[in-house]
């Protein structure tokens, strides 16, 4: 039996100097008996990077069977960029007095300009909504904001990856005795037994680039009721302005980014929740990066279309590159400099403030995410 199957996906990219559109065609063309694609309710998506040359298509059944279309035993798919278009990300960088940058994003022209380049990228490419198959989004990692769930409404702008107002708080916590003893009896007890806690420990290190001390500097400085609010991502905050829900979701690997997720059990680690007095009602829904999220509502472009896959941009560009077998890499330079590295399913941590583990994108809740190794130059785009 000879079958073709066709399919468009819209991917939009949050980055941290450009918004990206991209629409992608799938094409299969099936000489087989059976259905490979895994029935009449199969759908297809997208997690794209900085690069419209790399990509990673999922393939998405209602009933939640999930897997990576590129198999050994699955047909090919042949795939092209359709049209690629971008746009200034509305960035607001104000130099405080003692070096600190603040990096502010506008949600409210965040969204106006993902609608308008969505709708440009469709318009330009000549391709109606109706025809869109399916939505992905991938996103610069660790920009956030706080939610009012009462008001329904943002509680300030988002504070980007890039923005250095909590650098004395990071330096005070990693000079603190109490952080130093954990590490030094992580890295002991770790050169001796395999103990994954013990790895952990030795690699507690905080980043400015981490959620953790940004949102201690906002509880400093602007108070906020957790059990009122909610830290919400970029790419959740997003998603639920174009689906309309009132719950933030967000995927594995951007979670692993936060500095308080545990990678190890697949969910927010009780001792920071616990040491920092941090709700888990406060925190959004972590989901497999190839999932179904939601319908894009259709006030947006007259008709709904479901949302099948949300990523990190550092794990999306992972996955572009297949980074699918032990010791693969990728090096992605952009706004920053990040070389990442496939370890499979072996916990690898570094005493070197620059070097962490992260998560790649997660298929199906059926299987563990792989780990990426990553070491990062945050200032490598200033160089140019």
């Not at 090919?76 to 049209?83: C, F, N, P, Y």
């Not at 403030?353 to 490598?380: H, R, W």
């Amino acid at each position: 039996m000879h079958r073709k199957y066709r399919t468009r996906l819209l991917v939009v990219d949050i980055g941290s100097t450009n918004l990206k559109a991209t629409l992608f065609e799938a094409r299969l063309d099936e000489r087989t008996s059976g259905d490979a694609t895994g029935g009449s309710g199969n759908m297809l998506s997208v997690a794209n990077d900085e690069d419209e040359q790399d990509y990673s298509v999922f393939s998405f059944d209602r009933k939640s069977s999930l897997s990576p279309v590129k198999t050994a035993d699955s047909p090919a798919w042949t795939m092209k960029s359709v049209g690629t278009f971008r746009c200034p990300t509305v960035m607001t960088s104000i130099v405080k007095d003692n070096g600190e940058i603040w990096t502010e994003i506008d949600p409210n022209v965040l969204m106006r300009d993902v609608v308008q380049l969505m709708r440009h990228c469709l318009r330009e490419s000549n391709v109606t909504w109706e025809e869109v198959d399916t939505f992905g989004i991938t996103s610069q990692r660790n920009t956030f904001l706080l939610y009012d769930m009462l008001e329904k409404t943002p509680m300030q702008q988002f504070i980007s990856w890039k923005d250095t107002r909590c650098k004395e708080i990071v330096r005070r916590w990693n000079s603190n005795w109490f952080l130093r003893a954990i590490r030094f009896g992580g890295r002991l007890i770790s050169s001796i037994f395999a103990f994954t806690f013990a790895v952990l420990s030795a690699a507690v290190f905080f980043r400015t680039t981490h959620i953790l001390p940004r949102l201690s500097w906002l509880r400093k400085h602007r108070k906020f009721d957790m059990r009122t609010s909610r830290l919400c991502h970029i790419d959740a905050y997003v998603l639920a302005q174009l689906t309309g829900s009132e719950e933030f979701q967000i995927d594995v690997s951007a979670a692993s980014c936060s500095g308080f997720y545990d990678p190890t059990l697949l969910g927010w680690s009780w001792p920071f929740l616990f040491f920092f007095r941090i709700l888990r009602t406060f925190l959004p829904t972590v989901l497999p990066s190839a999932h179904y999220f939601g319908d894009i509502c259709d006030k947006y472009f007259g008709s709904s279309k479901p949302v099948t896959a949300m990523s990190a941009d550092q794990s999306a560009a992972a996955f572009g590159h297949f980074l699918v077998e032990l010791g693969q890499a990728k090096l992605t330079l952009g706004t920053g400099a990040f070389l990442s590295v496939n370890t499979g399913g072996r916990l690898v941590f570094s005493s070197a403030e620059n070097i962490y583990t992260l998560l790649g994108c997660q298929m199906s809740s059926k299987f563990d995410p792989p780990y990426l190794v990553e070491a990062q130059v945050e200032e490598y785009g200033q160089f140019f």
